[in-house]
């Protein structure tokens, strides 16, 4: 199993972009799907995650700003970013638990990076 995150960039303070993240291989399904992100010398944090039914929850940094969707049938997961702020840079990685196997899968990250 692979997850190919994409979609990341440069934009400016103000400015939008829209991540996917899609999942490859052998599975029975996919559950649980969310975005992280990690910042230079911080930890990796939760920015948004959704449900296999589409129940969604939010970092607080991203309430308001970002939305988490996904396409089952592409078993595809996007996070639209809006209103985008210098402190949103870092790698925004994806995160699947996956079925039959018990565990979550990481994509490798895109970087995103917002210029004041």
């Known amino acids: 199993v692979q997850l190919q995150a994409s979609g990341g960039g440069l934009v400016q303070a103000g400015g939008f972009l829209r991540l996917s993240c899609v999942a490859s291989g052998t599975f029975f399904s996919i559950n649980d799907m969310g975005w992280y992100r990690q910042a230079p010398g911080k930890q990796r944090e939760l920015v948004a995650g959704?449900?296999?039914?589409?129940?969604?929850n939010y970092a607080d940094s991203a309430k308001g700003r970002f939305a988490i969707s996904r396409d089952n049938a592409k078993n595809t997961v996007y996070l639209q970013m809006n209103s985008l702020k210098p402190e949103d840079t870092a790698v925004y990685y994806c995160?699947?638990?996956?079925?039959?196997?018990?565990?979550?899968?990481w994509g490798k990250g895109t970087q995103v990076t917002v210029s004041s």
């Open positions: 959704i449900t296999r039914g589409g129940i969604t």
């Open positions: 995160n699947a638990a996956i079925a039959p196997y018990g565990i979550f899968f």
